[in-house]
């Protein structure tokens, strides 16, 4: 059922203690006989997407996983060191459960390790 709520995210370059600017992340829809591609955003200077990734006419209870592209992201920026990378996809499997919530879903992350949490 579609509500009030929305989704946003943002990337926080903690080796570099600066948002992650230009990463690509993109959110799928699960079910148990899917995994569909829903949207797909590239973060600003603020390490943000310019609008929810998931808008309150799109926003539906439900399983969805927010894939980060930090590899893509690492050698862009010369952080990539050796191949392969420790990290290079991201994926951030959550639920939504408030149809009229604002979830917000930060990625933290550095060449070796990364951390999220429920926002707000």
Same mark, same amino acid.
């Given at each position: ?32 006989? &899917?995994? #569909? ?7 600003? #200077? ?63 992350? &550095?060449?070796?390790?990364? &951390?999220?949490?429920?926002? &707000?």
């Amino acid at each position: 059922m579609t509500k009030g709520g929305f989704l946003t995210t943002h990337v926080l370059d903690t080796a570099r203690g600066m948002p992650a600017a230009g990463m690509t992340v993109r959110l799928y829809r699960l079910s148990d006989s &899917s995994h #569909e591609m829903i949207a797909e955003a590239v973060t600003n #200077e603020d390490g943000r997407t310019d609008a929810p990734i998931l808008p309150a006419g799109e926003f539906e209870t439900g399983q969805y996983e927010l894939v980060f592209h930090v590899g893509d992201y690492l050698r862009a920026n010369a952080m990539a060191g050796d191949a392969p990378l420790f990290l290079d996809e991201v994926p951030i499997r959550f639920g939504i459960s408030d149809g009229n919530a604002h979830y917000h879903v930060p990625l933290l992350v &550095s060449p070796y390790g990364y &951390s999220t949490y429920r926002g &707000s």
